[in-house]
């Protein structure tokens, strides 16, 4: 055993000695890294060792193999060398965003070009007489689904409403009195306008509504999150360091070139301090990465079931049926109100051409059932599991680098800062800003406002996230007009719970104000404002009241455009 020590103890001081050059009897190995690595031009590099009294950062009581204008080149390649560190180091979780986030895109594309192809064939098949006109109102409708479900702010509502009304000339004209033609623009427009107040479709429409609304919403911003997340790891791939951080990743990895030690590595402990130093403002990101996904799988799990937008999108022509066989169901009751409201026009009566009967079954209407393996739920599902390994990224990644790319491994000769030794010896610090204040290695002065900035549309898509989530899984209240959610969060990463949030979709309204008691928060997502009301205890760490019933429903009303809770 003693035998074997000291057999250790002979092999760790040669390698020691051999790291350290102490006889330096020529630059040799640091003019080879420097030429090879191709970091600056060969013209000047010293051939023999010299005195550094010009260097800045690699100062060394001993001769060096550096000069001034090498140092220089140093710190300009110390810094691409540490950002294609971050860029490897990121490379597979950006691939697994931009790759699923541009799969997610194209899915939507194809299932909006699917839907609208199945109501085509709807019309086409079964109310064939009104298939050629009903073709703009479909394209326009889908068009508009696609443009909301890309980014653009058009009330979900509204474009429900618009193909409703759009639709109702032409099935009072060829399925509530069929035959007769030569309506006038202006009577047709009538009839348009109409549809609103005289409801001859049913309560089709506001089915279409809460389902497109809710779907169409948490679709978007899962698309919107993602393309965040890819933007947050550009960010963090191309950070900006400071000056301070440049001369200590310079001390780190090309100093001992300047002493002939081209083959030393960095201590663990060194390393940490340096990379935690430089990426003190990127560790940041840590909570509020780890409560974005968090966000990103609580959306995920709400978009399924009745408000999945492949459900939703794939089975909108049978409800557009639905729509038409009521409107024809109630056929003589809606021409009566369409008198009472337009008139009776004066047409000429003919049959109309390539009539077909309007209650027959949907004959030849293939449509192709989708794999059950290729569902967007089940794709959402595994992308997720994937995303989920990540969640700790941010928080994790200083020692990743020094783990897996920067640093010696443990038991082995090591650089310091200063010279080769058999450990680092000074304190290592932790992970962000506030830790830094101790670190021997790397002053950090305050924090880095691009970090801030994308802290902050952090910050704002997982609200955004979580009042979608609050939103698709809204109750009704019959008759009130209005929706409640009641929620208890009790979850890690929050920072109080609340008893109780109320959400209220409504239309947007110019001056739209809370009541006093309301908390006064709200975000608004095109056409459509979420409002919150929270009652938060004292203390936020306080469980809630043992005397507070819950689930705890509030009514809301909508009263000229103010917002009441009762």
Same mark, same amino acid.
């Given at each position: 055993?003693g035998?074997?020590?000291?057999?250790?103890?002979?092999? +760790?001081?040669?390698?020691?000695?051999?790291?350290?050059?102490?006889?330096?009897?020529?630059?040799?190995?640091?003019?080879?890294?420097?030429?090879?690595?191709? /970091?600056?031009?060969?013209k000047? +590099?010293?051939e023999?060792?010299?005195?550094?009294?010009?260097?800045?950062?690699?100062?060394?009581?001993?001769?060096?193999?550096?000069?001034?204008?090498?140092?220089?080149?140093?710190?300009?390649?110390v810094?691409q060398?540490?950002?294609?560190?971050?860029?490897?180091?990121?490379? !597979?979780?950006?691939?697994?965003?931009?790759?699923?986030?541009? %799969?997610?895109?194209?899915?939507?594309?194809?299932?909006i070009?699917?839907?609208?192809?199945y109501?085509?064939?709807?019309?086409?098949?079964?109310?064939?007489?009104?298939?050629?006109?009903?073709?703009?109102?479909?394209?326009?409708?889908?068009?508009?689904?696609?443009l909301?479900v890309?980014?653009?702010?058009?009330? !979900?509502?509204?474009?429900?409403?618009?193909?409703f009304?759009?639709?109702?000339?032409?099935v009072?004209?060829?399925?509530?009195?069929?035959?007769?033609t030569?309506?006038?623009?202006?009577?047709?427009?009538?009839?348009r306008?109409?549809?609103?107040?005289?409801?001859?479709?049913?309560?089709v429409?506001?089915? @279409?509504? $809460?389902?497109?609304?809710?779907? #169409?919403?948490?679709?978007?911003?899962?698309?919107?999150?993602?393309?965040?997340?890819?933007?947050? *790891?550009?960010?963090?791939?191309?950070l900006?360091?400071s000056?301070?951080?440049s001369?200590?990743?310079?001390?780190?990895?090309?100093?001992?070139?300047?002493?002939?030690?081209?083959?030393?590595?960095?201590c663990?402990?060194y390393?940490?301090?340096?990379?935690?130093? =430089?990426?003190?403002?990127?560790?940041?990101i840590?909570?509020h990465?780890?409560?974005?996904?968090?966000? +990103?799988?609580?959306?995920?799990?709400?978009?399924?079931?009745?408000?999945? /937008?492949?459900?939703? #999108?794939?089975?909108?022509?049978?409800?557009?049926?639905?729509?038409?066989?009521?409107?024809?169901?109630n056929?003589?009751?809606?021409?009566?109100? @369409?008198?009472?409201i337009?008139?009776?026009?004066?047409r000429k !009566?003919?049959?109309?051409?390539?009539?077909?009967?309007?209650?027959?079954?949907?004959?030849g209407?293939?449509?192709? %059932?989708r794999?059950?393996?290729?569902? +967007?739920? &089940?794709?959402?599902?595994?992308?997720?599991?994937?995303?989920?390994?990540?969640?700790t990224?941010?928080?994790g990644?200083?020692?990743q680098?020094?783990?897996?790319?920067?640093? %010696?491994?443990?038991?082995? %000769?090591?650089?310091?800062?200063?010279?080769?030794?058999?450990?680092? !010896?000074?304190?290592?610090? $932790?992970?962000?800003?506030?830790?830094?204040?101790? &670190?021997?290695?790397?002053?950090?002065?305050?924090?880095?406002p @691009?970090?801030?900035?994308?802290?902050?549309?952090?910050?704002?898509? *997982?609200?955004?996230?979580?009042? =979608? @989530?609050l939103?698709v899984?809204?109750?009704?209240?019959?008759?009130? $007009?209005?929706e409640?959610?009641?929620f208890?969060? &009790?979850r890690?990463?929050?920072? =109080?719970?609340?008893?109780?949030? /109320?959400?209220?979709?409504?239309?947007?309204?110019?001056?739209?104000?809370?009541s006093?008691?309301?908390?006064?928060?709200?975000?608004?997502? $095109?056409?459509?404002?979420?409002?919150?009301?929270?009652?938060?205890?004292p203390?936020?760490?306080?469980?809630?009241?043992?005397?507070?019933?819950?689930?705890?429903?509030?009514?809301i009303?909508?009263?000229?455009g103010?917002?009441?809770?009762?």
């Amino acid at each position: 055993m003693g035998r074997q020590s000291l057999h250790s103890g002979i092999l +760790l001081l040669a390698a020691l000695v051999s790291l350290k050059g102490e006889k330096l009897p020529n630059c040799e190995d640091a003019r080879k890294v420097f030429q090879l690595r191709q /970091i600056g031009p060969a013209k000047g +590099l010293p051939e023999t060792p010299r005195a550094g009294a010009d260097l800045q950062v690699c100062t060394s009581k001993n001769l060096t193999c550096c000069t001034k204008k090498m140092e220089e080149r140093y710190q300009i390649v110390v810094k691409q060398d540490i950002q294609q560190v971050l860029q490897t180091s990121s490379s !597979t979780l950006k691939f697994l965003i931009s790759h699923n986030a541009a %799969a997610f895109q194209e899915t939507f594309e194809m299932l909006i070009r699917q839907a609208e192809n199945y109501t085509s064939m709807l019309f086409c098949n079964t109310y064939r007489n009104m298939a050629v006109e009903a073709a703009t109102a479909l394209q326009e409708f889908f068009t508009d689904v696609g443009l909301f479900v890309f980014g653009i702010d058009i009330s !979900t509502e509204e474009l429900v409403n618009r193909f409703f009304d759009t639709l109702f000339p032409l099935v009072y004209n060829h399925l509530i009195n069929p035959g007769l033609t030569d309506i006038s623009l202006e009577y047709s427009e009538c009839i348009r306008m109409s549809q609103r107040d005289i409801s001859p479709f049913g309560n089709v429409p506001k089915i @279409v509504m $809460g389902q497109m609304g809710r779907s #169409l919403l948490s679709s978007r911003t899962f698309l919107q999150a993602l393309n965040l997340g890819i933007e947050v *790891i550009n960010t963090t791939d191309h950070l900006q360091f400071s000056k301070d951080c440049s001369r200590a990743l310079l001390r780190m990895q090309y100093c001992p070139h300047c002493q002939g030690m081209t083959l030393s590595k960095p201590c663990m402990g060194y390393c940490l301090n340096v990379i935690r130093g =430089c990426l003190a403002n990127m560790a940041e990101i840590d909570l509020h990465w780890r409560r974005y996904i968090q966000s +990103l799988e609580e959306l995920s799990s709400a978009m399924h079931g009745t408000y999945d /937008i492949e459900h939703v #999108l794939l089975n909108f022509h049978s409800l557009v049926n639905d729509a038409l066989t009521q409107a024809s169901i109630n056929g003589p009751k809606v021409t009566e109100q @369409v008198n009472k409201i337009c008139g009776h026009p004066v047409r000429k !009566t003919t049959l109309s051409p390539g009539y077909s009967d309007q209650n027959k079954d949907n004959q030849g209407m293939k449509m192709s %059932a989708r794999d059950n393996e290729e569902t +967007l739920a &089940n794709r959402r599902k595994e992308f997720m599991k994937s995303l989920r390994l990540y969640k700790t990224f941010y928080g994790g990644l200083a020692d990743q680098l020094c783990i897996n790319e920067l640093a %010696a491994a443990d038991g082995l %000769a090591c650089w310091n800062g200063e010279d080769v030794v058999r450990s680092y !010896t000074h304190r290592v610090v $932790g992970n962000g800003v506030k830790a830094q204040s101790v &670190n021997p290695e790397v002053k950090v002065k305050g924090t880095d406002p @691009v970090i801030n900035q994308i802290i902050d549309k952090l910050k704002h898509i *997982i609200q955004v996230s979580f009042l =979608c @989530v609050l939103y698709v899984k809204a109750i009704t209240i019959p008759g009130s $007009g209005c929706e409640v959610f009641y929620f208890t969060d &009790n979850r890690e990463g929050w920072k =109080c719970w609340e008893i109780c949030i /109320i959400l209220a979709t409504v239309h947007l309204y110019p001056n739209i104000t809370l009541s006093s008691g309301a908390k006064k928060s709200y975000h608004v997502i $095109g056409e459509t404002a979420l409002y919150r009301t929270c009652f938060d205890p004292p203390e936020c760490t306080a469980p809630p009241p043992r005397s507070t019933a819950l689930p705890c429903y509030i009514r809301i009303h909508v009263i000229s455009g103010h917002v009441i809770s009762g």
